[in-house]
């Protein structure tokens, strides 16, 4: 078969393949089915990062998703489209006050990295303290969001995710019965505080685009960098 043809056919069995989705000929669990809307309480999939990618460019099913919470609901308020530094317009945004955990300050997020940190939280930062601590996260600590800047603030560089509200920088977690874990104090260490700060970087890097963190560069020593840019960059 000639390449163009190949293209055709391809392209054809494609396209059937979506419609015989979207219209119940096949039944796929709705994890794993990219016409169906993200929802919290589905397992993570190869598909969740694009699912997430598709909420960017639409609000309404966005907010959808973050008003789903089946437990211990974002605090969030939607945000009108502005320019708080010219240069960084931000769009689809809203001002994150709480989740299932505290924060020391709210902060302004993409509709997106507000359900990826719902998603994180509720799949994979929470497990990971119940599995080494016994007891779940109860507050984080963050370095902020929104910042009008280049990566590196190089004056060559592409503009940062926190350009756009689309990170969020996280540097310690408080568990329940007090302890703080650090990510500059405790990365390093052989004990449970290493173990789960370990377990979270590698939990984030399936829900964010880009994750990094101590073993990426002297930059990130002191906090995970949970971006929505990228796909499964995880250092």
């Known amino acids: 078969m000639k390449p163009s043809l190949t293209f055709l056919a391809l392209s054809f069995a494609v396209i059937a393949a979506g419609i015989a989705l979207d219209k119940g000929v ?6 794993w089915n990219p ?27 966005c907010r959808d998703v973050l ?7 974002l605090n969030y308020t ?41 998603l994180f939280e509720r799949q994979r930062l929470q497990p990971a303290a119940r599995e080494v601590f016994g007891e779940p996260v109860e ?21 940062s995710d926190h350009a756009s509200a689309e ?7 408080r568990i329940v019965d007090g302890r703080r874990i650090s990510v ?4 390093e260490g052989g004990d449970d505080a290493a173990d789960f700060l370990h377990r979270v970087r590698d939990g984030a890097c399936d829900v964010f685009g880009t994750t990094l963190g101590p073993d990426y560069n002297a930059a990130h020593a002191n906090h995970f960098h949970l971006g929505m840019r990228g796909i499964s960059l995880c250092r």
Do not use: M
């Open 78 to 118: 939607p945000l009108a489209d502005y320019t708080p530094v010219a240069g960084c317009p931000l769009q689809n945004v809203v001002r994150v006050r709480r989740a299932g955990v505290e924060f020391n300050a709210s902060f302004v997020a993409s509709c997106p990295l507000a359900v990826a940190w719902s």
């Open 184 to 187: 500059l104090d405790d990365w």
């Open 167 to 173: 990170a969020l920088d996280v540097a310690a977690f």
């Open 139 to 159: 507050s984080v600590r963050h370095l902020g969001s929104f910042a009008c800047r280049n990566i590196y603030h190089r004056d060559n560089a592409r503009r």
């Open 35 to 61: 016409f169906q809307l993200l929802h919290l309480d589905d397992p993570l999939t190869p598909v969740t990062q694009w699912k997430l990618r598709q909420l960017k460019g639409d609000r309404e099913a």
């Open 26 to 31: 096949w039944t796929v669990p709705r994890a």
């Open 67 to 73: 008003d789903s919470a089946p437990a211990g609901p």
